[in-house]
């Protein structure tokens, strides 16, 4: 009996934490920003995640906001060297995790909060491709020059349609602002209109992430796919369709081991290296967890088959607690019958 319990405790937890797919990030000085995070998230499901500085205590208004200037300044003479940024305690939540990032910050002289941008500058190319969101609170500055630092910062991100500006006039009516932000954007939507499918190669068998656009859409149309992929440059394989997909193209700056591209139109390419690029793709999706990929695919010319994640009904295993396995990385894995299925995403999915 108590071995059964220790089984059900394990699943509910990790099945919690691997549904949520928004993030609410914040710093907040004065409160009001940890006000907007509290009416967001009565509002639509999501994890949140506090930025704090590592330094306590510090009065960044004092003396005409000396303090809060200097690190603003410190930031803008050189914005590419992370000894600019002024120090913050250590995030333990990956961004990798979810699909929409939402991002509360207060406004600093006409610039986003020094504290916020360092956290920015950390994560921005993990945003790659990812929705991101900024809602700013300000006495009464237009929040124009915190857009510009949110998008020099992540550069790449496939940003929400508005923005919110929370000011000292209309924070009155905070509820009905953000809930205008929800439907406009569709954030309650977000939690569950991402798709995963399995990625075969060989013996291999990879989870994969579609982004949640007409690209991801209609590529999980095509489902299944057995495809060749070709080898190129150490660093790819592409295969070339024979019919175009929905482009929404942009310059990633950096490509992860694991990011599913489209190139041009037609063009699948599936990277299984990390590296700087130039160029200008389409994001398909991405391999949740790539190590062991550029084995799997090897130096040549592969066999590759997408497939939607097949789901198995393993009520009577869970209750007998019969082959559960916690692997590293959260990650659930079930053994039946021989065969290997792992839960993502509150599904059991073949292996």
Same mark, same amino acid.
């Given at each position: 009996?108590?071995?059964?319990?220790?089984?059900?405790?394990?699943?509910?937890?990790?099945?919690?934490?691997?549904?949520?797919?928004?993030?609410?990030?914040?710093?907040?000085?004065?409160?009001?920003?940890?006000?907007?995070?509290?009416?967001?998230?009565?509002?639509?499901?999501?994890?949140?995640?506090?930025?704090?500085?590592?330094?306590?205590?510090?009065?960044?208004?004092?003396?005409?906001?000396?303090?809060?200037?200097?690190?603003?300044?410190?930031?803008?003479?050189?914005?590419?060297?992370?000894?600019?940024?002024?120090?913050?305690?250590?995030?333990?939540?990956?961004?990798?995790?979810?699909?929409?990032?939402?991002?509360?910050?207060?406004?600093?002289?006409?610039?986003?909060?020094?504290?916020?941008?360092?956290?920015?500058?950390?994560?921005?190319?993990?945003?790659?491709?990812?929705? !991101?969101?900024?809602?700013?609170?300000?006495?009464?500055?237009?929040?124009?020059?915190?857009?510009?630092?949110?998008?020099?910062? !992540?550069?790449?991100?496939?940003?929400?349609?508005?923005? #919110?500006?929370?000011?000292?006039?209309?924070?009155?009516?905070?509820?009905?602002?953000?809930?205008?932000? !929800?439907?406009?954007?569709?954030?309650?939507?977000?939690?569950?209109?991402?798709?995963?499918?399995?990625?075969?190669?060989?013996?291999?068998?990879?989870?994969?992430? #579609?982004?949640?656009?007409?690209?991801?859409?209609?590529?999980?149309?095509?489902?299944?796919?057995?495809?060749?992929?070709?080898?190129?440059?150490?660093?790819?394989?592409?295969?070339?369709?024979?019919?175009?997909?929905?482009?929404?193209?942009?310059?990633?700056?950096?490509?992860?081991?694991?990011?599913?591209?489209?190139?041009?139109?037609?063009?699948?390419?599936?990277?299984?290296?990390?590296?700087?690029?130039?160029?200008?793709?389409?994001?398909?999706?991405?391999?949740?967890?790539?190590?062991? #990929?550029?084995?799997?695919?090897?130096?040549?010319? !592969?066999?590759?088959?997408?497939?939607?994640?097949?789901?198995?009904?393993?009520?009577?295993?869970?209750?007998?607690?019969?082959?559960?396995?916690?692997?590293?990385?959260?990650? #659930?894995?079930?053994?039946?019958?021989?065969?290997?299925?792992?839960?993502?995403?509150?599904?059991?999915?073949?292996?």
């Amino acid at each position: 009996m108590k071995r059964i319990f220790t089984i059900c405790v394990a699943m509910s937890l990790i099945l919690s934490t691997s549904s949520a797919k928004t993030l609410v990030v914040y710093y907040s000085y004065t409160g009001n920003c940890k006000s907007i995070v509290t009416e967001l998230t009565n509002q639509i499901s999501a994890d949140v995640v506090e930025i704090e500085p590592a330094e306590k205590g510090l009065r960044y208004e004092a003396n005409n906001y000396a303090l809060g200037t200097q690190l603003l300044n410190t930031i803008k003479a050189n914005p590419n060297d992370a000894a600019s940024y002024p120090a913050i305690d250590p995030v333990s939540v990956s961004v990798a995790d979810y699909s929409t990032v939402i991002i509360v910050t207060p406004l600093w002289w006409s610039q986003m909060a020094a504290i916020m941008q360092s956290y920015l500058f950390q994560v921005g190319a993990q945003l790659s491709g990812k929705q !991101v969101g900024l809602i700013v609170s300000s006495a009464s500055s237009g929040i124009s020059g915190i857009v510009a630092d949110c998008h020099r910062l !992540v550069p790449d991100a496939d940003y929400l349609p508005e923005n #919110l500006w929370i000011n000292n006039s209309n924070r009155s009516n905070l509820s009905t602002l953000i809930a205008n932000l !929800v439907e406009t954007c569709g954030l309650n939507q977000q939690a569950n209109t991402s798709k995963q499918i399995n990625v075969v190669i060989g013996s291999k068998t990879f989870t994969a992430t #579609l982004a949640d656009s007409e690209t991801g859409e209609a590529f999980a149309a095509l489902l299944p796919l057995t495809i060749t992929m070709n080898e190129l440059n150490g660093n790819e394989k592409y295969h070339y369709l024979s019919s175009s997909l929905p482009t929404a193209a942009y310059q990633p700056g950096t490509i992860h081991a694991g990011d599913l591209m489209l190139y041009v139109n037609n063009c699948v390419v599936l990277f299984y290296e990390t590296f700087n690029s130039s160029y200008s793709y389409t994001r398909i999706g991405s391999i949740d967890n790539p190590s062991g #990929l550029a084995e799997a695919l090897g130096s040549g010319d !592969v066999s590759v088959r997408f497939e939607n994640g097949q789901t198995t009904d393993l009520t009577p295993t869970l209750s007998r607690g019969e082959g559960l396995k916690i692997l590293r990385n959260g990650q #659930l894995y079930l053994k039946h019958n021989g065969a290997m299925y792992n839960v993502q995403g509150g599904k059991v999915n073949a292996e």
